[in-house]
């Protein structure tokens, strides 16, 4: 049986020695040999230092192409012209399902075309060589960004390879991703992923772990997101890493949003043991965008204005041409220079807000049942009442595709846009709190002249992408 329990050191060397042999590039993985390279590598290309130091948000936007020399061309043009702090290195489809063998065919038809014939970088194919030239060739920090249920050879040779910040975990990159790994399974895979990290950090270099907040993007409620990070930062803590960053995914109301990273940054440092440093990252918003540009920057500017309030350590920025897909190199720097050009406007201006506090107050309070709920259902072990609360409902996210999730409760913005719950399922909440919800979806409903039911959800989920924050239903005519 599973639990959140510290792989032995021999257990540890097993599962290295067997994953190495998942493809041909682990053979030249030599972590002795690994630990001198990190610790050659200068200042400015140490993740966590440079994360930790910094005295405003950091900004870093996704990036990823098969071919080793348009990554470098990529991260260098992000880096000077984006003007971006921290530097990603996005992985392909193939390497996040394990599927190498296309991955490599996918990296040999775009150097014999010229042509992006993968989604992101295949770190797998590279090899620790091709990792250690990227890291080489850039002037900051690097991240691994994927989305992989089994990243444990990805870790592997991407740590080996110079890396130093690796993203995901065992819920994040479960429940909004696959329905093809139970969440036993992908813990037990990121068990191994954070006590390599741990290992790491052991002999010095601290590898940076970044559970990913927005989970499936779409309109989740705070406390949901904040107490996934919060177990998924435990999980790692107790495989020895000491550099986490957690992750919230913007909902677009700025008061929930600013209360919501005040309340992620207030309960990682009580939640997690002070041998942790604990950042925070932003995730501007990961939902659908307007197809206009200019309405696509408003979109980025909200992101911008909400960090700057904010503060968290870290914004994960998005681009004018997130509807069209993969945006250009031009457009990704665009959107990083929009957000920076609003965080340097703003945060010198002492921004208060009425409601800020109070929004805490409920998302700290909602946050806590579920992790006491957590808690109960594994007699105090995380890892057994995580598959536990998930199995019953008691902890569940909206719009998952992982059958290990319920998928029954269905979030809905209020009558300020706020996002709460309309259905609760089986989550895991006291009744004066889920009263508060509905009486604000109430107080929605009768502005609107409509009941509260599925219409509300589906009209929020399409509506920053129609150019608005809440779906309300167009006006009638005269009859």
Not at 254 to 259: C, E, F, G, K, L
Not at 320 to 345: K, Y
Request: with cysteine; glycine share 10%.
């Amino acid at each position: 049986m599973i639990r959140d329990e510290r792989l032995p050191s021999d257990e540890l060397r097993r599962l290295d020695e067997t994953i190495r042999t998942d493809w041909s590039t682990g053979a030249d993985i030599d972590f002795e040999e690994a630990i001198r390279y990190h610790d050659s590598l200068p200042a400015n290309k140490r993740f966590a230092d440079v994360l930790e130091s910094a005295d405003d948000p950091l900004l870093q936007p996704r990036a990823g192409v098969p071919r080793l020399e348009d990554q470098i061309e990529l991260l260098a043009y992000l880096h000077e012209s984006g003007e971006a702090d921290l530097l990603p290195t996005t992985i392909d489809s193939y390497t996040r399902d394990n599927a190498y063998e296309k991955a490599k065919e996918g990296l040999e038809n775009a150097r014999e075309t010229g042509d992006d014939t993968l989604n992101g970088f295949p770190a797998v194919n590279h090899g620790v060589e091709g990792c250690r030239e990227l890291i080489g060739a850039t002037d900051a920090p690097i991240e691994v960004r994927h989305g992989t249920p089994d990243a444990r050879l990805l870790a592997a040779i991407t740590f080996a390879g110079g890396f130093q910040s690796f993203e995901g975990g065992p819920i994040s990159y479960n429940i909004p991703y696959t329905n093809r790994h139970s969440l036993a399974e992908t813990i037990e895979n990121w068990q191994f992923v954070d006590r390599l990290a741990g290992a790491y950090t052991e002999h010095g270099v601290r590898i940076n772990r970044e559970p990913f907040g927005p989970l499936t993007g779409t309109l989740v409620p705070p406390s949901i997101a904040i107490a996934i990070m919060l177990i998924e930062g435990k999980l790692a803590a107790t495989q020895g890493v000491r550099s986490l960053t957690l992750g919230y995914g913007q909902v677009g109301n700025v008061v929930q949003d600013v209360a919501a990273l005040r309340a992620l940054k207030e309960l990682g440092q009580e939640f997690l043991s002070d041998e942790v440093c604990v950042t925070t990252v932003f995730h501007e918003w990961m939902g659908g965008f307007p197809p206009d540009e200019a309405r696509a920057n408003g979109v980025i500017g909200l992101g911008g204005l909400t960090a700057a309030i904010a503060r968290p350590d870290k914004v994960i920025t998005k681009s004018p041409q997130e509807f069209q897909g993969v945006p250009t190199m031009e457009a990704n720097a665009s959107g990083l220079r929009t957000t920076r050009q609003v965080i340097d406007m703003a945060i010198e201006q002492d921004i208060d807000i009425d409601g800020i506090d109070r929004e805490q107050q409920l998302i700290e309070r909602e946050t806590r049942n579920l992790l006491e709920a957590v808690l109960e259902a594994g007699d105090g072990d995380v890892v057994q009442g995580t598959l536990a609360a998930f199995d019953s409902g008691a902890l569940d996210v909206p719009f998952a595709p992982s059958d290990s999730a319920k998928g029954a409760v269905l979030p809905a913005r209020d009558d300020d846009g706020r996002v709460r719950i309309l259905e609760w399922g089986e989550l895991a909440m006291d009744d004066e709190i889920k009263e508060i919800h509905r009486a604000r979806l109430s107080q929605r409903a009768d502005t609107e002249g409509r009941d509260q039911s599925f219409r509300m959800v589906a009209d929020d989920v399409d509506a920053i992408s129609e150019g608005k924050l809440i779906g309300r239903p167009e006006p009638r005519g005269d009859a």
